[in-house]
């Protein structure tokens, strides 16, 4: 199956399976001379892990991560040191309940990469959706941490959100408020709401979709001429997520509606009057915060009963069982940090000379 690696300079491939022994990831390129160790990792893998904090999802994960290469402790330093080589992360399933999904062996899931991943492979792992399913994430939030090691180094931030779950939205952008819910809302009142509606859809034996906000700050001129314009490399990294369906960049569909004098940006002495743009102009950052926006669908396993047909055409409705969450928020949350964080340590590498690199990587230490 090709499609595992992510990068040209920073790459990363994810392996591993829902319901199989382990996955995890491993990255080609990372430079040399960066602190990190696996609590560093471990912290990320925190927000994304089920059953986190009363989180919506039933599996309980503990998602303990091993750095297996890639890293050295010199007699000089209190930290791992990364080396240059490749690093490789593990990570152990231990709360799989395979026999689950037995009863959907033969079936087609709704909403689900069943059919899809049977007409292409002739083949497909039944047990949570295998390859396909969402627990593949904990690979890429992993590989997203070493990410931010290497791109704190240049004051390169990603922090995202949610702005809307359910049809509630977020009205504040209070971004302090983050940590004090479990959903990652920017607005508390809003986040009290979503969670109402997480208990009442639940009770319906339904799902929800929302809306992620990803902002990041970002050193100018990243982004490559026409085919591998920055925001085409952005939008490409957030839609191989698999709950998301859509990518907005600064004003987004909005955009549309506007006219010219309207959505282009004002310049001053001092920079940018408005962000319209989300930082990026011709596929290069300009210095503004980068702002994005992804349509996250709800989850298509549900408690409901569903129309489907059989791997004999046959038809077939099926409530699907198992343990699954009511809505891809707020774990998916940092896996978009994760994937604009990788997406930006490539360019970066992409934009500056390796001596550059190592220059700055051994001025002085991330805190």
């Known amino acids: 199956m090709a499609g595992n690696t992510f990068g040209t300079l920073f790459r990363v491939t994810t392996w591993g399976e829902s319901h199989g022994p382990a996955l995890g990831a491993v990255i080609d390129g990372c430079p040399p001379g960066i602190e990190l160790c696996e609590e560093m990792i471990q912290a990320e893998l925190e927000r994304r892990r089920p059953g986190r904090g009363g989180a919506t999802s039933p599996r309980k994960e503990p998602d303990r991560v091993r750095i297996m290469s890639g890293t050295f402790c010199p007699e000089s330093c209190a930290c791992e040191l990364t080396t240059g080589t490749p690093i490789s992360l593990v990570i152990m399933n231990k709360d799989a309940h395979s026999k689950s999904y037995g009863p959907l062996r033969d079936v087609f899931r709704p909403g689900h990469g069943d059919m899809s ?14 390859r396909a399913s969402a627990r593949e994430t904990a ?32 009205k504040e952008r209070n971004l302090a408020m983050i940590a004090e819910n479990r959903l990652f809302c920017p607005d508390n009142e809003a986040a009290t ?18 809306i992620v906000e990803i902002r990041a700050t970002c050193l100018p001129g990243l982004g490559e001429p026409v085919f591998d314009k920055l925001d085409g490399e952005l939008a490409r990294a957030l839609m191989s997520i698999g709950a998301v369906k859509g990518v ?17 940006d004002p310049i001053s002495p001092q920079g940018f009057l408005s962000n319209n743009s989300g930082g990026i102009l011709a596929g290069i950052s300009n210095g503004e915060p980068l702002l994005l926006r992804v349509a996250v669908k709800p989850i298509p396993s549900i408690h409901k009963e569903q129309q489907t047909v059989d791997i004999h055409n046959e038809a077939r409705t099926i409530k699907v069982g198992g343990r699954h969450d009511i809505s891809a928020i707020p774990r998916i949350v940092p896996v978009c940090e994760a994937m604009v964080r990788l997406t930006l340590a490539d360019h970066l590498l992409r934009q500056l000379p390796l001596e550059q690199v190592r220059e700055t990587l051994h001025r002085s230490p991330v805190q």
């Open 117 to 130: 991943y049977q007409a292409k492979y002739g083949i497909r792992d039944h047990r949570g959706g295998g």
């Open 193 to 210: 709401a979503m969670e109402a509606r997480i208990a009442e859809v639940r009770k319906q034996g339904d799902s929800l979709g929302g």
């Open 139 to 170: 690979a890429r939030v992993a590989a997203g941490a070493v990410a931010a090691r290497l791109l704190a180094k240049f004051s390169m931030h990603v922090q995202a959100y949610t702005v809307a779950l359910g049809g509630i939205n977020a």
């Open 248 to 264: 907005e960049i600064g004003a987004g569909f909005a955009a549309a509606a506007m006219r010219g004098s309207e959505n282009n």
